[in-house]
């Protein structure tokens, strides 16, 4: 099977549809743990702030393009800066790219 890139997604995807030839349906990864799984909401002592939520919304917003990107495996945001942390095939863990957004935090 011909794959048109080989990042996570094609891969598993290339995977999953092979199988279903055979009748094998993949089910969503989270299917037996639903019940461990935390409710939408705060599940913290206290919400978080307004510079907080801003880092929280910041922070889905790059981990939502580095997962489209196939690029790391975490990223911690500070006052909307944002460090990310990759791991290359077979090699430890080393932070990979560091950038940092210039907007103001109010």
């Known amino acids: 099977m011909a794959l048109p890139r080989r990042n996570t997604d ?3 995807g290339g995977v ?4 279903a030839k055979d009748g094998i349906e993949l089910i969503d990864s989270t299917y037996f743990l639903q019940d461990h799984l935390p409710s ?6 206290r919400k978080p ?5 801003g ?3 910041y922070g889905l917003e790059v981990a ?4 489209r990107l196939d690029l790391g495996q975490t990223i ?13 095939w ?3 863990m080393q932070p990979s790219a560091v950038q940092a957004n210039s907007r103001k935090v109010s």
């Open 10 to 12: 094609a891969l598993i």
């Open 16 to 19: 999953a549809t092979e199988l």
């Open 40 to 45: 939408p909401g705060t599940i913290t002592k």
């Open 49 to 53: 702030t307004e510079i907080e939520n």
């Open 55 to 57: 880092n929280i919304e």
């Open 64 to 67: 939502k393009e580095i997962a």
């Open 76 to 88: 911690v945001i500070r006052a909307k800066a944002c460090v990310l942390q990759s791991r290359r």
């Open 90 to 92: 077979k090699e430890p």
